[in-house]
Structure formats: C-alpha cells, structure tokens
C-alpha cells in the first residue's frame, strides 16, 4: 500500500485526540453540571429512538456502495460520536446554553443528523480527516444559522434545529461540487444486491424512529401521529410510483429507499401544529412524488450539467423534500394565522410569511456558502486528498480480508 495513505496513522489518532481534549477541557470548565430543568425529564425513551435512527439507521443507510459498507457504517458511528460533542460545545459558545442537561443532549443528536446527511453526499470521496474536519465546520456554521433564525427572524428554538435536512443536504451538494470526478469507467460507485439490501434495512430504522425524531424537540403528540401518517403514505407511494416510473413495471430498491422516507422530511417543520391528518397525509404524498421524480430529472439533467456527484442522493432524499416542507410551512402558518384573525391584519400576515420564508432562504444560502469554503478547505494537500482513482474504497482504511471476494 502507498505510504501517502499509511500516513493517516500519523493524522487522523492524533486528530481525534486533540478535539477530545477540547472537549473534555471545555466540559470541565465551561458546563455548570448536569440539570434536567429544560424539559424531556420524561423522554430518554424518545431520546434512545433519536440515537438509534441516527447510529444504526443512517449507518446502514450509507452502505450504499459495494466496496464501502465498512467506511459507511464507521465512519458515520465516528462523525456522531464526535459531533454530538462538538455541537454542544459549539451551542454553549454561540447560544450561551445554561447547563448540560437532556435536552441539550437531544439537540445534539439532532444537529448532528446535518452532518451524515452532508456525509452521503462525499460518501467514498472524503477521508476520515476531510469528514472529520468537515464535521467541525458544518456544525459550528450550522449553529450559527441557528442563532440568526432564532435572534433575528424569531423562530421558536426547536424549530430552528428541524432545518438540518435543508442545512445538511446543500451544504453537503456544494461540498461535493469542489471534489473531483471519478474517472469513467470506475465501478466502485455502483451498488449490489447486498449493500442495497442492507441500505433499505437502514432506511427501515430511520422510518421506524422519525416520528420521536420530529417529536422530540416539540414534545407534541400531535407531532408522532402526524409524522407516522405522512410516514405511511409516503411509502406507499413510493411502491406506486416506482413501478409507474420504472421500464419494465417492477420496483426499484433505489426508489424505496429514498422516498419512503420523504413524508417524515416534508411534515419536520409542521408536524406539530397541524391539525387536520389529511394534511399531513398530503404532505407525505406529495414528498414521495418529489423525490422519485426528482431523481430521475436531477440525475440526468441537473447533476451532470453542475459536474454533481451525489453519492447517495441527499438532494432528491432529503433536500427537495425539506424544500416542499418549508413551503408547507409558510402556507399553513399563514392560513392558520388567517383564520384566527379572520383575515384582518394583513400586514401583520405579510411579516410572519416574511420572516419563515426569510429563515428558510437564510439557510439553504449558508448551507451552500459555507459548503463551498469548506470543500475548498478539505482539498488542501495538509488533508491528503484521496486520488480520484482511489474512490469508493475501503482498503485504505479498514483491515478488510474480504474485499477481493466483493462485499
């Protein structure tokens, strides 16, 4: 093996090490002590499912790749580890939070989902010092959008942490437009049987655990009926419109795997406040349509004419259907309000709208700002940039005896 890519024994080791001892430094001296006094004193059960979905659903989502399942699945155990850590360090910094408590901890988790969204989006292209890096940086932007939404545009704080499908999927595209192509005739970047099987096992976890995953922050019963309706609909459409779209009138794992999940990211900033399930049932439909239609436009159109490579498809999986929940959002806020002020202050409608549509637009415009500067900051030679030859690969990193056999 090269020497250049034995050389991660001498970054990566001393990498983790030295965040570590941040962390632990700043906890030591930064935190007042563990408090249960900001809500979810009754919730670790919700908090359990937000990991699980996070850990072991999103791990094995990402074994997308034939000859990746290991990095996939480590790397993305790795990054959260990591994460939850740097995103409540980076809360307590920006936010000023007052104490280490549980729900401090379930914002972590969540925030951290913005990362292994962004991740899918490099899968098999970033080492584990870019992601490593990469993690830092998104979650301390990230942070930082979530501050101007709240302080600025007035959006209620749990709110501002459901932006992570929108933040995540285009800071993860505008990541992956500074990292080189794969050369043509590269394989690796396909799947198989094997790993799509194990991906759809992942997308089945993270189903399963959306709606604690939008419940949460919220506390909102209303929030797991909603989220679990749109859930259901969206997957059964998702059977329907892949066998519509697909030549020979079967399914396609690829479709089930993306847009079964597409009714929890439409419903993410309503779920809580809608009040009709038709509504939510709608949203989770029209998710599904989004996200099998615009697979099949952004991976023929939209994605080669940018020089994309969407690894796994967070665009069409997470950020179109974050999109249409945004409009969603500004929609039934402004009927709602509407209707309990039977219309009568326009104006004062015009501001509300303003402020949503402003906070939506604020952080898809970071997301894609600040996802260019970090890709240009993860190909500096001090990262060791992987050759483009050299993609989609686990033997560069992981023991991995099996690999001439196909995993």
Not at 72 to 90: E, K, R, Y
Not at 294 to 311: E, I, M, V, Y
């Amino acid at each position: 093996m090269p020497a250049r890519y034995l050389s991660f024994r001498c970054s990566v080791p001393w990498l983790i090490l030295l965040l570590q001892a941040l962390f632990l430094t700043r906890s030591f001296f930064g935190f007042p002590g563990v408090s249960d006094s900001y809500g979810l004193s009754n919730s670790y059960p919700e908090f359990q499912d937000v990991t699980h979905m996070v850990i072991f659903g999103f791990g094995f989502f990402l074994m997308v790749l034939r000859r990746y399942g290991f990095s996939s699945t480590g790397f993305n155990f790795l990054l959260v580890v990591l994460g939850v850590q740097c995103s409540m360090l980076a809360e307590d910094l920006l936010c000023r939070t007052a104490a280490c408590s549980l729900w401090s901890l379930a914002k972590a988790v969540v925030s951290t989902t913005a990362v292994v969204i962004s991740t899918g989006a490099v899968l098999g292209k970033a080492n584990p010092v870019q992601l490593i890096v990469m993690t830092l940086v998104e979650l301390i932007f990230f942070h930082v959008s979530r501050c101007i939404n709240s302080t600025f545009l007035k959006v209620p704080e749990h709110l501002t942490v459901m932006h992570v499908h929108l933040f995540g999927a285009y800071f993860g595209l505008a990541l992956t437009s500074r990292f080189p192509e794969p050369p043509p005739g590269l394989d690796k970047n396909r799947s198989t049987p094997k790993s799509e099987l194990f991906s759809v096992l992942g997308t089945v976890f993270v189903w399963v655990f959306w709606p604690s995953f939008n419940s949460i922050l919220s506390e909102s019963k209303e929030a797991v009926l909603n989220t679990y309706l749109a859930l259901a609909v969206s997957a059964v459409a998702a059977f329907m419109l892949s066998a519509l779209t697909s030549k020979d009138g079967k399914f396609r794992m690829a479709h089930i795997r993306s847009a079964a999940l597409a009714g929890g990211v439409a419903v993410s900033y309503t779920a809580h406040r809608i009040q009709h399930p038709w509504i939510a049932m709608i949203l989770g439909l029209l998710g599904s349509v989004i996200t099998i239609l615009g697979s099949h436009c952004l991976q023929r159109c939209f994605n080669p004419a940018l020089k994309l490579q969407d690894t796994s498809g967070v665009h069409f999986t997470f950020g179109l259907p974050a999109v249409l929940g945004a409009v969603a959002a500004v929609v039934l806020c402004v009927v709602e309000d509407g209707i309990e002020t039977q219309w009568n202050e326009l104006s004062s409608l015009g501001y509300i709208a303003f402020y949503y549509i402003g906070a939506f637009c604020q952080t898809i415009s970071t997301a894609l700002i600040t996802g260019l500067i970090t890709g240009l900051i993860l190909n500096i030679k001090l990262l060791k940039a992987v050759h483009v030859s050299k993609y989609f690969d686990d033997q560069f990193y992981w023991e991995f005896p099996h690999l001439s056999v196909g995993f």
